[in-house]
């Protein structure tokens, strides 16, 4: 069985091909989707989704986890290579916001990669995602001005790193 790691309630465990319904559901989140603002083109295309879900589930240089919350899935949390840095990214279903969730996520995902910094890009305006990060230890590293699907406009986009260089 694969292994499951648990804080405040909160489990990563595997991505299993059965979580993707769920997330495609969050996917379709329209406040969501205008929150993390750099959005897949089309959120409602299910074909585009599931290529880049089968991308990486097949990348063997990214890690992917399921957040469970009470038995549920609840969202998921990546690391991938963005712009040649080692990065994050996460979503969690807008029922479970605001309940501490995402932040012990990525805690705990945190300590799952090797060593060396982490970077994450979010729009300045998400807040919530902001104070996630803030509160897993990152540090404001850069600002860039970058075009946001979902926005369809260019914004302001915050750069963070975790760790040295
Ligand atoms: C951003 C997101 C991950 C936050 O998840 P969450 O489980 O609600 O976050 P937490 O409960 O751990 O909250 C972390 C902090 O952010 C604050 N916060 C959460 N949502 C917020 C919001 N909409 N506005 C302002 N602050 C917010 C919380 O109050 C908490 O701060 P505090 O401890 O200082 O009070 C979730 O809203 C989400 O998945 N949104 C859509 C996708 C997205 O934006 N992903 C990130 C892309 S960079």
Known sequence: MAPVSTTNGVQLRDVSPS???????HQTDDLANRMAAFTAEDPR???AFQRHWDQILSDNNSRKQTV??????A???TSFE???????AYWVGREFWGQGIATAA???FLRMLPEGPIFARVAADN???VRVLEKSGFK???VERSYASARRSEIEELIFRLGEV
């Open 19 to 25: 979580d993707l319904d769920t997330f495609f559901l």
């Open 45 to 47: 295309d299910r074909g």
């Open 68 to 73: 469970v919350w009470r038995g549920t899935v």
């Open 75 to 77: 969202g998921y949390v």
């Open 82 to 88: 963005l712009f040649g840095k080692p990065s994050i």
């Open 106 to 108: 990525v805690k705990q």
């Open 127 to 129: 807040l919530g995602s």
């Open 140 to 142: 404001r590293a850069g």
